[in-house]
């Protein structure tokens, strides 16, 4: 009689890191030869084909937070949705030795508001979701109880947010928590407690949760800053604000490099900050949306005082100055008047150096002579910056209002 030979599985060799293999039940015909089992039974292959098929497909990288909001968004569509109210419930009141005890069925609760909140950290509206759906309320119980209310949800938006329902505007959220109802939540439901009377002793009745209120609201974000750097494409207003500031917009030797506002901070001695916002280049006929048009120039409203910034190096410069304010005055009436100061960039250039005495002698009045590449005469500039801001400070607290701080 020939010995059946048995295999033993320290006879095979152990794969490290891919799992526990277990040997088919035919090939071991003695139970107790068998490995102990931790996993389920599987079939497993070295080859690096049948590797990769039961692999899953890579996910999609998700952007930081900080490439999210990297990107400056002045508009936004939303459709918010107030929660459901809670469903009231219909049930009597169940007791040892008390046969009657009546309806017993509490109220639903409400639903959650969608509310608009200003937060001074927020810049932008590239946070804002497309679609908000308030929280639901809780359903009624027994005993009486009613359901618990949905929780507000607060959409954070950027101080200087105009609220739209088409035409029409419903808020203009421009001071830090400002707050708007953006849609109610819903009414919740009555329990059959609530139908109690004399002529119905036991009620069934109960009603449902109302749905919340729905709508499409329009956000547009009206830049606040204290300076805006006004002018035509190509006159420096991007390398300025990089110069006096941290920000970092972009930079070319083409028109219209900006097409979204930027804001850098200028940090002066007394530990003030002033925030001074570079709007997209206007052209001759932007009150008549032309070029960027409309889009941007509502941007210069929030701001108390200007600089007008001009290119030195082309052929009569004082021109833009007219020009610029022609298409201001024109947008809207008095704000070309506002308290502002001249920048004649490009000084570094022979051609606009030969320019500047005929410049200050047309304008009748002393420009800010600098070069934003170079870095010339900058501090004469934020030493006017600064008067400025402590005339804007002055006027405000003369009239009993809070200035704009960052």
């Not at 999609?60 to 939303?78: A, Y």
């Not at 006929?285 to 941007?296: D, P, Q, S, T």
């Not at 190096?313 to 007219?322: A, C, D, F, H, R």
């Not at 607290?397 to 701080?405: A, D, F, S, V, Y």
Request: glycine fraction near 12%; charge should be positive.
């Amino acid at each position: 009689m020939i010995r059946s030979r048995l295999f033993s599985a320290r006879s095979w060799p152990v794969l490290e890191g891919v799992g526990c293999w277990t040997p088919l039940a035919r090939v071991f015909p003695r139970p107790r030869r068998l490995l102990p089992q931790h996993a389920s039974p599987r079939l497993l292959s070295v080859s690096c084909a049948d590797c990769t098929k039961h692999q899953e497909p890579p996910s999609k990288k998700l952007l930081s937070e900080k490439k999210l909001k990297r990107h400056f968004v002045d508009h936004r569509r939303v459709l918010v949705r107030g929660g459901r109210g809670g469903d009231g419930v219909s049930c009597f009141h169940s007791e040892p030795r008390k046969e009657f005890g009546g309806p017993d069925g509490g109220d639903g609760g409400n639903g959650g508001h969608v509310i608009l909140r200003v937060d001074r950290q927020v810049k932008s509206l590239s946070s804002v979701l497309s679609q908000y759906q308030g929280f639901d309320g809780g359903a009624g119980g027994r005993k009486n109880c009613f359901g618990q209310s949905g929780a507000v949800l607060y959409i954070q938006v950027p101080v200087g947010t105009l609220v739209k329902e088409g035409n029409k505007v419903l808020a203009d959220l421009s001071h830090p928590g400002d707050e708007f109802i953006a849609a109610l939540g819903g009414a919740g439901g009555k329990g059959n407690r609530f139908f109690l009377a004399n002529s119905n002793r036991a009620p069934t009745t109960c009603t449902p949760g109302q749905l919340g209120q729905e709508r499409v609201l329009f956000l547009e974000l009206k830049t606040v800053a204290h300076a805006g750097l006004v002018g035509f494409p190509n006159a420096g207003k991007s390398s300025l604000l990089r110069a006096i500031s941290n920000a970092r917009p972009a930079v070319a030797s083409y028109p219209f490099t900006t097409l979204n506002p930027h804001v850098g901070v200028v940090h002066c001695e007394d530990h003030q900050q002033i925030a001074v916002a570079d709007i997209p280049g206007i052209v001759r006929g932007a009150h008549r949306n032309r070029g960027l048009g409309l889009a941007f120039l509502r941007h210069i409203e929030r701001c108390p005082f200007l600089l007008f910034v001009l290119d030195l190096s082309v052929p009569e410069p004082w021109t833009q100055l007219e020009d610029l304010k022609y298409e201001l005055e024109q947008y809207r009436e008095g704000l070309s008047e506002r308290p502002h100061a001249v920048v004649a960039n490009k000084v570094d250039l022979p051609q606009a150096r030969a320019q500047l005495p005929q410049l200050q002698a047309r304008l009748g009045r002393e420009a800010i002579a600098l070069s934003a590449a170079t870095g010339e005469n900058l501090e004469g500039l934020l030493l006017h910056l600064k008067e400025l801001h402590d005339d804007y400070v002055a006027v405000e607290l003369e009239r009993g209002r809070q200035p704009l701080r960052w």
